[in-house]
């Protein structure tokens, strides 16, 4: 389940190179995609993205002037937008420098004002004096707009922040192409073209041989949250397994869970649930070792001495982890230290580090995660934007000189409306990481009706799956009695709710199908299958062959031989 982030960089770069095709002549194929994305402030901007599609050749209006001061900006840049239209997906980037004299450093937010609506932030970036840095995001309209006006605003408070801009782009896409890139990333990244190759005893090509092909397991996990309500309960566990091949524990790995009173471990619905985990050969990532959210801190840790809260984390990393030692493939070590830094604020600044670096030593095998919420869901969370994220994760790297080998990108992912072209941007931007990037807890909040949730449910799905760096999917939707934290995907009869029927929609979409056929003349016969385990039987002439063979990310076509 767990690939190398070189080769998943490389895949990355290719596509990134395959921006010659951008501009496409056919209406009905439209522009492809560009993933491209800078995280590194530099001397001078890049080329615009799409030759700067609908901005090319447009310069930034002046500050200052009445229809900025309409909009509330203090000092921004604009570009005036015209005829905009509703359901179109506008992909932005720009390169931004604070100027000299300002700030030597501020969060730059781009917004957008049109005839009928605010949005508050459609990109950020983390911008600094003296180089330019890459903002890329985007928007949907619900409304035509005939007058918009695109403009920047900072996060400093004195109002004396000014901006450069360069190489603005803004790219408009309809549904039908934005969902035909995807498809094409999911061919792709997802998928591999095979050739079986059948030959007789004298190496002769066999003619007709009947081909049975069927995928065993995949290689891109969807899974979801459970908790101590599977246990026992057969009607549920049985609907699990159906379906899903990864999970994760909701709460029962949680401090607050496993030792609620100092020195009382209690790892008795983490050990059962452990069990139908294996039993059933599901994946399982590891949430969490600390949270740094006071408010789901073990009360009796709130007000420990600096060295008793030391010696206490220490026992509570080894216990989970000697405990659990290569039971758990992920482990999300320090959860949401974006928003909130009780361990940090009370152990100092290594604190984090130390973590990870004991998580390593004790489970050398896992793939140890940061772990936070509002990084690919909105860019109005000014603690958690993606430049923020990369930057932790580039500062664990680097501490003290060594620093922490980091294995792995987790993104909650609590959508209320998705941002698609936002979304994308931002795995764009997390992607220069090199590191596998999962969709850790995904669901789509309950102020929306069911409906609305599955529509919402099923472009996240479909932006996660198609992004090359992301490497699996889980939803947070285990079950309680009064139903889920946010999203349910069933009722408590386990029969499918909206959102149930787009998950085992997409379930079924994303593997290979049955495939059954006869070799050719070359005693050959091909298809494209997602990547994953599959097993083969050729029947020729009475005999039968039986055979399997694995799929894994490379271009190039995988030739599977057999004799009969």
């Known amino acids: 389940m767990k690939h190398s982030s070189i080769i998943g960089f490389i895949f990355y770069a290719i596509y990134s190179l395959l921006t010659a095709f951008i501009l496409v002549s056919s209406s009905n194929d439209g522009p492809f995609y560009d993933p491209t994305a800078y995280t590194e402030c530099r001397a001078e901007p890049e080329k615009p993205l799409y030759s700067g599609g609908m901005l090319k050749d447009e310069e ?32 932005l980037s720009i390169w931004v420098k604070i100027e000299a004299g300002s700030a030597s450093a501020a969060r730059v937010r781009a917004k957008l004002r049109s005839d009928n609506a605010t949005l508050n932030c459609v990109g950020s970036v983390s911008a600094k004096q003296g180089c330019w ?18 403009f920047f605003e900072t996060s400093t ?88 091949d990864a999970t994760v524990f909701e709460n029962e790995l949680k401090w607050y869970a496993t030792e609620p009173h100092q020195g009382k471990l209690n790892y008795t619905f983490a050990d059962q649930m452990m069990k139908f985990v294996r039993a059933n050969r599901i994946m399982a990532r590891g949430h969490n070792i600390f949270w740094e959210d006071p408010k789901y801190t073990p009360d009796w840790v709130l007000n420990l001495t600096e060295e008793d809260l030391r010696s206490a984390v220490n026992q509570r990393i080894r216990s989970l982890m000697t405990r659990y030692r290569g039971e758990f493939v992920h482990w999300d070590v320090s959860n ?8 940090e604020s009370r152990l100092g600044k290594n604190a984090s580090y130390g973590f990870f670096a004991a998580a390593r030593e004790l489970d050398s095998l896992a793939t140890l995660f940061l772990n936070d ?4 869901e909105t860019c109005s969370d000014e603690r958690s934007t993606v430049d923020e994220y990369i930057a932790r994760v580039r500062e664990l790297e680097r501490y003290d000189g060594g620093g922490v080998r980091m294995d792995g990108v987790g993104l909650e992912g609590h959508f209320t409306r998705p ?28 102020t929306l009706d069911q409906r609305t949730q599955a529509i919402y449910l099923e472009e996240v799905l479909r932006e996660g799956f198609s992004h090359p760096s992301v490497n699996g999917i889980i939803l947070w939707t285990a079950l309680h009695p009064n139903g889920c934290y946010q999203m349910c995907l069933t009722d408590d009869k386990f029969r499918n709710l909206p959102a149930g029927d787009v998950v085992d929609q997409k379930l079924l979409e ?10 050719d003349d070359h005693g050959s016969f091909s298809f494209l ?24 990310r490379d271009p190039e076509t995988k030739h599977v031989r057999l004799r009969i």
Request: one cysteine or more; hydrophobic letters at 40%; charged letters at 20%.
């Open 529 to 552: 299958g997602f990547l994953g385990e599959y097993k083969v039987s050729i029947i020729y002439e009475g005999k039968t062959v039986n055979s399997s063979f694995s799929l894994s």
């Open 373 to 376: 919420f509002n990084v690919v």
């Open 419 to 446: 941002n698609v072209a936002l979304m994308r941007a931002n795995l764009d931007k997390l992607a220069t990481l090199e590191l596998p990037v999962w969709l850790t807890e995904i669901d789509i909040s309950s």
């Open 133 to 150: 840095s890459f903002l890329k995001g985007g928007f949907l309209l619900d409304s035509p707009s005939q007058l918009s006006i695109l």
């Open 60 to 91: 930034a209006s002046a500050s200052g002037g009445d229809t900025l001061r309409s909009v509330g900006a203090r000092y921004t840049p604009a570009y005036i937008l015209h005829n905009l239209t509703e359901n179109t997906i506008y992909c």
């Open 157 to 244: 408070e004195d109002g004396k922040t000014q901006l450069e801009v360069a190489s603005a782009s803004l790219q408009p896409f309809t549904q039908e192409q934005w969902k035909n890139n995807q498809d094409y990333f999911i061919n792709t990244a997802r998928k591999r073209a095979v050739t079986i190759h059948v030959a007789g005893e004298n190496g002769e090509s066999v003619e007709g041989a009947v081909v049975n092909v069927e995928q065993i397991s995949k290689d891109f996990p969807i899974g979801s949250a459970i908790s101590k309500t599977i246990l026992g309960n057969i009607p549920y566990q049985e609907w699990f397994v159906k379906r899903f």
């Open 336 to 343: 949401e230290m974006l928003h909130f830094d009780f361990y």
């Open 510 to 519: 994303w593997a290979t199908g049955e495939v059954k056929a006869k070799t």
